[in-house]
C-alpha cells in the first residue's frame, strides 16, 4: 500500500511540475475539478446528463488551458524539453488528447443521422450523454491496459485512482490561481519545484 501511494504522490507531483506553469491552466483546472464534483454527485441521479457536464464543461476547460495556455517548449523550471515530458508521461499525452477529444465530438454526429426525427432533442442528448459515459469509462479502461501492457497493472491502477480522485485534489491544489490570476501573474514561478 505504501508503494501505491507513493507512486500516486509521484504521478501527482509530475503532473502538476511538468503540466500547470499555466495560472489560466489552473484556473480552469479549478472549473474543471468543481464540475467535475457536481457531475460525481449527478452520476447518481442522472447518468447521461453527469456525463454531458463532465465532457462538456469540466472536460472542455480543462483540455482548453493545456492546448491553449499551457508554455510548450523548454521547461526552466524543470529543466526539461517539450518532448521528453511528452513521452514519460504517463496518462493523456498532447496527441492521446486530441484522440480522445475527437472521439468525444464524433459521438454527437455518428448518433445524429442514427437517431430517430420523432425521438426528440432530449432524446437524443440523453444518448449522447450515454454514449459520453460509456467512453470516459472506456478511456479510463484502454489507458489502464496501455500502462499494464507498457509499464505495469499497479503504474495503471494508480494511475485510474489518480484521475478519479484529480477533482478533489485539484480544488485544494489552484483554489488560489483565480487570486494570482487578478494580480496579473500568469505563469506560476513554481519555487516549489525548484528545490524538490
Not at 491553449?68 to 511528452?86: M, Q, S
Not at 437517431?115 to 484502454?142: C, K, M, N, R, Y
Amino acid at each position: 500500500m505504501k508503494n501505491l501511494m507513493r507512486e500516486l504522490e509521484s504521478q501527482r507531483w509530475d503532473d502538476h511540475r511538468y503540466y500547470h506553469h499555466s495560472r489560466i491552466n489552473q484556473s480552469l483546472h479549478l472549473l474543471s475539478a468543481v464540475t467535475f464534483v457536481v457531475a460525481y454527485v449527478l452520476l447518481f441521479i442522472d447518468p447521461p446528463a453527469a456525463a454531458i457536464l463532465g465532457w462538456c464543461v469540466s472536460m472542455t476547460s480543462r483540455q482548453a488551458g493545456h492546448f491553449f495556455f499551457e508554455p510548450r517548449g523548454f521547461d526552466e523550471v524543470n529543466r526539461v524539453t517539450d518532448a521528453y515530458k511528452e513521452a514519460i508521461k504517463v496518462g493523456y499525452n498532447i496527441r492521446r488528447k486530441v484522440v480522445l477529444m475527437a472521439a468525444w465530438l464524433l459521438v454527437p454526429v455518428v448518433l445524429w443521422p442514427l437517431s430517430p426525427p420523432e425521438q426528440g432533442g432530449a432524446a437524443f442528448l440523453h444518448d449522447v450523454g450515454t454514449w459520453w459515459l460509456a467512453l470516459a469509462v472506456a478511456g479510463l479502461l484502454l489507458r489502464v491496459v496501455q500502462l499494464w501492457i507498457s509499464k505495469d497493472l499497479s503504474t495503471g491502477l494508480v494511475w485510474a485512482v489518480k484521475i478519479l480522485t484529480d477533482p478533489f485534489h485539484d480544488i485544494a491544489l489552484y483554489y488560489r490561481a483565480p487570486l494570482h490570476l487578478l494580480r496579473g501573474e500568469l505563469i506560476d514561478p513554481m519555487p516549489h519545484a525548484r528545490h524538490r
